[in-house]
């Protein structure tokens, strides 16, 4: 992916973990708009953030994201059993043409 | 509620064309506030974007389907499609459509249908 997630991150109940999103100043430093979902397995994803750091209605607060650079982060802060999942980031460019491209993906695991 | 709903064969030979369609309900794919995309996932992979169309159909597709794939609308039935040619073993995945806002926030999906290529 042009877009590099760690592949796998843990934390305790109550915890925050940050998952980082790292592409170029082409790219993730070029632009605002990086997105966040939450997978469970065999379900479909869930917008949780987009662009950058804002949350849908009914998202929770638990849950922010920012930039710095070509790194963009999502922070899960409380962490809960529910936050169990996979998080891809996606970024949106429209150069030449529109395109999307997604991070490789994060599991995180709640001990 | 908007709601997407995938169908089309769960199975397709290699070098065949797969064909899905996207139904929409609760909602229009009219609307110029919205992409329809199509986006799949291979078995314990991640997210890989193939296209989108848009209102009037444009399309966007992947630099690297490019070459196979070909996404239309239906705005009478309120659906859109994908179709990918030539198809090998490493498309087998799962392929959801959704809805992007215009700055690639995909915020309606459907549940995805596993498409397997195999003779």
């Known amino acids: 992916s042009a877009l590099t997630q760690p592949a796998s991150l843990s934390g305790s109940p109550g915890q925050s973990i940050t998952i980082s999103c790292t592409g170029t100043?082409?790219?993730?430093?070029?632009?605002?708009?990086v997105s966040w979902y939450q997978q469970h397995p065999g379900k479909a994803p869930k917008l949780i953030i987009y662009?950058?750091?804002n949350r849908p209605s009914g998202v929770s607060n638990r849950f922010s994201g920012s930039k710095s650079g070509n790194t963009a982060s999502l922070t899960i802060s409380g962490l809960q059993a529910e936050d169990e999942a996979d998080y891809f980031c996606?970024?949106?460019?429209?150069?030449?043409?529109?395109?999307?491209?997604f991070g490789g993906g994060t599991k995180l695991t709640v001990l | 509620q908007l709601q997407l709903q995938e169908s089309g064969p769960g199975l397709v030979r290699p070098s065949e064309t797969l064909s899905l369609t996207c139904s929409v309900s609760?909602?229009?794919?009219?609307?110029?506030?919205?992409?329809w995309d199509w986006i799949r996932q291979s078995p314990g992979k991640g997210l890989e974007w193939i296209g989108s169309?848009?209102?009037?159909?444009?399309?966007y597709y992947n630099p690297s389907l490019k070459s196979r794939v070909t996404i239309s609308a239906d705005t009478a039935k309120n659906h859109f499609s994908l179709n990918l040619n030539s198809v090998t073993a490493a498309d087998t995945a799962v392929y959801y459509c959704?809805?992007?806002?215009?700055?690639?926030?995909?915020?309606?999906w459907g549940r995805g249908t596993l498409v397997t290529v195999s003779s």
């Open positions: 662009d950058v750091s």
């Open positions: 609760g909602g229009s794919i009219r609307s110029r506030s919205y992409y």
């Open positions: 100043s082409s790219d993730v430093g070029g632009n605002d708009y």
């Open positions: 996606s970024l949106y460019t429209s150069g030449i043409t529109l395109e999307v491209m």
């Open positions: 169309v848009y209102f009037g159909g444009t399309t």
């Open positions: 959704a809805r992007q806002g215009t700055l690639g926030d995909f915020d309606y």
